[in-house]
């Protein structure tokens, strides 16, 4: 099939990776993609690359005018989403959802062509948490006319589902596909000795997150741990990225007496992740936004780690307790560092929870191309084709 694939994202962050594992995902079943995006319109090279007048412009302006110039690069969009999609002529759209990017839908309508719109937050509500919106209102609108006119929309769990849902978008017009993992990036790690021993961590007892850290993550209540009896001597936090919390979660450390115990590998190439998380014992999910789908977690799963998360609704959409995770109450003071005292304190456990997230993987089919397959089955279902 030849998919138009389109959004509006500069960020080198998770949100890259959803959108390149998922192109190379649709390219890697044999159908043909062609990117309509801000960087390939600017001719800026590489997604993410040379967009900090953006984040500057952001930061000038008043929230107001900024929205409104958000809305209006739907105008400019358009022209050039419907000069690629007449040369083009694709099966259907592909887009990422972004606020106030009303171009897809539109062309959806002008051109009949059927759009399936990947939902990874509402942003709406997220918006007007962190920073503000300046017009709810119409942001409002924006995100229900894009929720509604999709003939498809994805979110990538049941509990963001159900956000879309009370836009008055139709059950059978919502597919949840969480996020993926890319198996053969994954499938060269080494095994977890080696893994520590080129790490220089050999005999250690290695609890790993991954990610961008920020305060809200939980870190702190890890660190913090370490310092306590609960704590075997050989516990080691190793945390592969870098962040905002960083600086003060090495302070603790330092405070606490363990900072020897303490390790970032600040930013590093996505390629060299693999090789980092195959160290873990115990992987560590200690806190998450509610309606999310982390990339972290399916690293974990198919590296086959002994997981402590939260019981929040989303993560158990995949995690059982004691069958792929440890899981906690997160409004039980002492849930996360009894799981994680459990958790060092159990091999034979260690042991089984990692074959369960091996296991997970392929029960769910939780890759990019399961997720490709998905889509392009929702696809051929609509035009009376077999998936």
């Avoid at 509402?122 to 709810?136: D, I, M, W, Y």
């Avoid at 080494?190 to 305060?215: M, Y």
Wanted: aromatic share 8%.
């Amino acid at each position: 099939m030849k998919i138009l694939y389109h959004h509006r994202t500069a960020s080198r962050d998770g949100q890259a990776v959803h959108i390149e594992e998922m192109i190379s995902a649709f390219e890697s079943l044999g159908h043909e993609v062609r990117v309509v995006s801000p960087a390939a319109a600017g001719g800026e090279g590489t997604m993410g690359g040379k967009v900090a007048w953006v984040h500057r412009l952001k930061d000038a302006l008043p929230r107001a005018v900024y929205e409104l110039l958000e809305l209006a690069y739907s105008v400019v969009d358009y022209h050039r989403l419907k000069r690629e999609a007449r040369a083009f002529k694709p099966d259907f759209i592909y887009e990422r959802y972004n606020l106030f990017l009303l171009s897809g839908v539109f062309l959806k309508r002008r051109l009949g062509i059927p759009l399936l719109l990947e939902v990874n937050s509402p942003l709406v509500h997220e918006r007007s948490r962190h920073g503000g919106l300046g017009l709810k209102a119409l942001a409002r609108w924006a995100e229900g006319v894009v929720w509604r006119g999709a003939d498809h929309v994805l979110p990538v769990t049941h509990v963001l589902g159900r956000y879309v849902a009370g836009y008055g978008v139709p059950p059978e017009r919502i597919a949840v596909i969480p996020n993926g993992i890319n198996e053969a990036h994954f499938s060269d790690a080494p095994d977890p000795e080696a893994a520590k021993a080129a790490l220089g961590l050999a005999g250690k007892l290695i609890l790993g997150f991954t990610g961008f850290v920020r305060d809200w993550h939980g870190v702190d209540r890890v660190v913090r741990w370490l310092a306590t009896p609960q704590a075997p001597e050989n516990a080691f936090l190793l945390v592969v990225g870098d962040g905002p919390a960083r600086g003060e979660l090495e302070a603790l450390a330092e405070t606490l007496g363990v900072a020897d115990n303490v390790r970032f590998t600040g930013v590093i190439d996505r390629h060299d992740i693999p090789a980092c998380v195959a160290a873990f014992d115990i992987a560590l999910q200690p806190a998450v936004t509610p309606y999310a789908s982390p990339l972290k977690l399916m690293e974990y799963l198919y590296l086959g780690k002994a997981i402590v998360a939260p019981a929040e609704p989303n993560l158990l959409e995949i995690l059982s307790d004691r069958e792929n995770a440890v899981t906690f109450d997160a409004a039980h003071e002492g849930g996360l560092e009894n799981a994680l005292a459990t958790l060092c304190g159990d091999a034979a456990l260690r042991r089984k929870l990692g074959a369960g997230a091996r296991r997970t993987i392929d029960a769910r089919e939780l890759t990019w191309r399961g997720n490709a397959k998905k889509a392009v089955g929702l696809v051929q279902g609509r035009q009376g084709q077999a998936p």
